[in-house]
């Protein structure tokens, strides 16, 4: 059954009070979505971003390295701060920390993440596996974050015998949450195999039927502007996360939004493509400092580069770049 679509491919989204001007949203990303990355998407044309996921423990017991992650970026009109934790309470501590002093236009709780570390706290994907906690999850964090919207992110399921999508979407939307987005992996699959999208489009069809003023996203897989669009004509979704589809290629939200609305974009030149990575690591450095932000700017900058000419030589040389003047000698 072919879906029916109303609205354009490119459209606004509501989440609970949230408007948003257009469904291209940047997913949590361990490690790259901080705040000048976050900058970087937004002036490429993201319509809505989401910080890497920050453990509701160290929040609840102030950690002020962590409380830096959930900084607003200076252009982001609207963002979301994604928590993570197995216990009501403190998922419950960590939203109102998040709502008071973060100020996001919404909360999103981690019910994906297959990382063994977090798994074992029944955070992440445990969640998945267990709809009625997250159940009672989610509705903490809903009650804690009021009025600000919270949406929930959950995998398949644990592995190819446990796909438990379905109950731990439902459980979710009962317990209030204003959006739900899938990566259609189980915890087993981790980031390898194939995203199994026949399961967004049933998510789509079982939440239409449940309650219609929920939008879907979807995620997974999604490395190009046409897989975007191909996501969202089969699966029904109401928007799509882009998440290492976006890594060194900021430009696919508005590659996207161009594809979907005039069927055709034109790609970065190299030359944007560099002058992305430079103003990237310009917005870390502000905020962590050269000595660090070089160094971490080695593994952005080496997906900054792919596909340009002699890629594999400017990689070798990029791991050993210390300063800021030593990558833009090197880029120039």
Not at 230 to 242: R, Y
Not at 248 to 257: A, K, L
């Amino acid at each position: 059954m072919t879906e029916i679509r109303t609205k354009p491919l490119y459209h606004s989204v509501r989440i609970g009070k949230v408007e948003l001007e257009g469904n291209l949203f940047l997913a949590p990303v361990a490690g790259y979505s901080d705040r000048a990355f976050r900058s970087i998407c937004w002036d490429k044309g993201a319509s809505f971003t989401y910080t890497e996921m920050i453990s509701a423990e160290a929040l609840s017991r102030g950690s002020e390295k962590t409380a830096l992650l959930m900084r607003r970026a200076h252009n982001e009109t609207a963002y979301g701060v994604q928590i993570f934790g197995g216990s009501p309470g403190v998922m419950e501590q960590a939203a109102r920390i998040v709502r008071e002093q973060a100020k996001p236009s919404l909360i999103d709780i981690n019910a994906g993440c297959p990382v063994p570390k977090i798994v074992k706290s029944g955070a992440g994907s445990g969640l998945t596996r267990d709809p009625e906690t997250l159940f009672t999850v989610t509705r903490a964090v809903v009650q804690a974050a009021s009025p600000l919207p919270v949406t929930v992110k959950i995998r398949s399921g644990w592995d190819a015998a446990n796909l438990t999508w379905k109950e731990a979407a439902l459980a979710a939307i009962e317990a209030g949450a204003a959006a739900i987005t899938l990566h259609p992996r189980t915890r087993a699959q981790g980031y390898e195999g194939k995203a199994d999208w026949h399961l967004l489009t049933e998510l789509t069809r079982v939440i239409r039927d449940k309650s219609g003023a929920v939008p879907v996203f979807g995620s997974g897989d999604v490395f190009s502007p046409e897989a975007a669009k191909a996501m969202l004509e089969q699966t029904g979704v109401d928007g799509v996360l882009f998440a290492r589809g976006a890594l060194g290629n900021p430009f696919i939200f508005r590659d996207t939004r161009e594809l979907l609305e005039t069927g055709a974009y034109a790609p970065m030149d190299s030359a944007e493509q560099i002058a992305a990575g430079l103003k990237e690591l310009t917005l870390l450095i502000a905020d962590t400092g050269e000595r660090r932000a070089c160094r971490e700017m080695r593994k952005r900058f080496c997906a900054y580069v792919k596909g340009l000419p002699d890629a594999a030589s400017l990689r070798n040389a990029l791991v050993a770049c210390e300063t800021e003047s030593d990558y833009r000698k090197l880029l120039k």
